[in-house]
């Protein structure tokens, strides 16, 4: 099936300091992907929505200039979170679809950001 | 702005026992999709139901559509040490051609052996 990877797993950085998440489709297109963020034993939240070629789209609260997203690619999507602070610290998951092979989405393994 | 709720939010039982997790939606959605994750990974896709009333299944879990396409369950039968995980439904976007999806609050499922 389709695949998606994601880097890093995990991440620890100081307060103040930025950190870059990437997210490929390794064996498909993606012309959009999404990226969540997800709080211990909470449910996904939607960030933005990645869009090659073109701005990203950011969900009610998401604050754009933090959560810097760029799809410069068909492959390639990233997350730059700017002068993170410890309520930044989360699980970053970022999702694709192959519209080819399946209706669901695949998700990257995940980024666990520890600012502190 | 659309919103999905699960219930339980924790269901704890024993191995051999029977599992089901309802997935509301306060909006009419165009299909549902099912999800697991298991502690410490990320979210798996399942299933997708799209015609009303649609049931499916896949060995022993049972996935249903509501009628009026604003609910859904999923069920399991005889549950595995290997179900274990939470178990999410997710409804796309309320405007056509809307691909991002809206997650349920998830059930968390544990098994005792």
């Known amino acids: 099936g389709a695949v998606v990877s994601q880097h890093p797993s995990r991440v620890i950085c100081k307060s103040g300091t930025s950190v870059k998440i990437e997210c490929r489709s390794l064996?498909?297109?993606?012309?959009?992907m999404f990226w969540y963020r997800q709080f211990p034993k909470q449910s996904l939240m939607l960030m933005a929505t990645?869009?090659?070629?073109?701005?990203?789209?950011?969900e009610q609260g998401v604050e754009k200039d933090k959560f810097l997203i760029n799809h410069a690619s068909l492959t390639l999507s990233t997350l730059t979170v700017t002068s993170a602070h410890p309520e930044d610290s989360s699980f970053y998951i970022c999702s694709a679809r192959d519209p080819w092979r399946s209706y669901g989405y695949t998700f990257g393994s995940g980024t666990r950001l520890t600012v502190v | 702005g659309q919103q999905v709720m699960q219930i339980p939010q924790y269901q704890h039982v024993q191995e051999g026992e029977d599992f089901t997790t309802y997935c509301n939606s306060s909006t009419t959605l165009s299909n549902i999709q099912w999800y697991k994750q298991r502690p410490g990974g990320h979210p798996v896709f399942l299933i997708q139901l799209v015609k009303s009333g649609e049931v499916k299944k896949q060995k022993r879990l049972t996935f249903q559509f509501g009628e009026a396409k604003k609910n859904s369950s999923l069920h399991i039968t005889a549950t595995q040490t290997t179900d274990v995980g939470t178990y999410f439904c997710a409804g796309p976007g309320s405007n056509f051609g809307n691909e991002k999806l809206t997650f349920g609050t998830g059930t968390r499922l544990t098994i005792i052996p």
């Open positions: 064996d498909f297109q993606a012309t959009t």
């Open positions: 990645s869009n090659e070629g073109s701005k990203a789209t950011y």
